[in-house]
């Protein structure tokens, strides 16, 4: 079992940046593969960015490539997202994913085992 705490969401204006820490409980952090996803008001959850396992594969939704950069520290038990640039339709919840199943794609939500409670980014014009 795996707990999965967000942080460091927030409201700033268009063309800032933030960086999102996920922080997750127990010894086997390393052995998950992790995902970012979003979901603003009256859409589905999005994914978002994926990392393997010891951090060397990353991967991105088209709308962030250049802009959002995923990162993590298994030393720490901690995965980040950096965010720049941001612009107004990046405003959502924010949640960090586990996923045991490391083999499997990592653009599907439906592959992910554990999630995190979600943290608010608003981003303003």
């Known amino acids: 079992q795996v707990q999965l705490v967000e942080s460091g969401g927030g409201l700033l204006q268009a063309g800032g940046s933030l960086r999102l820490s996920c922080a997750a409980s127990?010894?086997?952090?390393?052995?998950?593969?992790m995902g970012w996803f979003r979901q603003a008001p009256g859409k589905e959850r999005e994914f978002v960015a994926g990392?393997?396992?010891?951090?060397?594969?990353?991967y991105y939704a088209d709308f962030v490539k250049g802009r959002f950069t995923i990162s993590r520290d298994n030393s720490k038990n901690t995965v980040y997202l950096q965010m720049d640039d941001l612009k107004t339709e990046d405003t959502a919840i924010y949640y960090c994913?586990?996923?045991?199943?490391?083999?499997?794609?990592?653009?599907?939500?439906?592959?992910?085992?554990?999630w995190g409670q979600g943290t608010q980014v608003t981003v303003s014009s």
């Open positions: 990392i393997s396992r010891d951090g060397d594969g990353t």
């Open positions: 127990g010894r086997t952090f390393s052995r998950y593969a």
């Open positions: 994913a586990g996923r045991s199943r490391y083999y499997t794609s990592a653009y599907n939500r439906a592959n992910y085992d554990y």
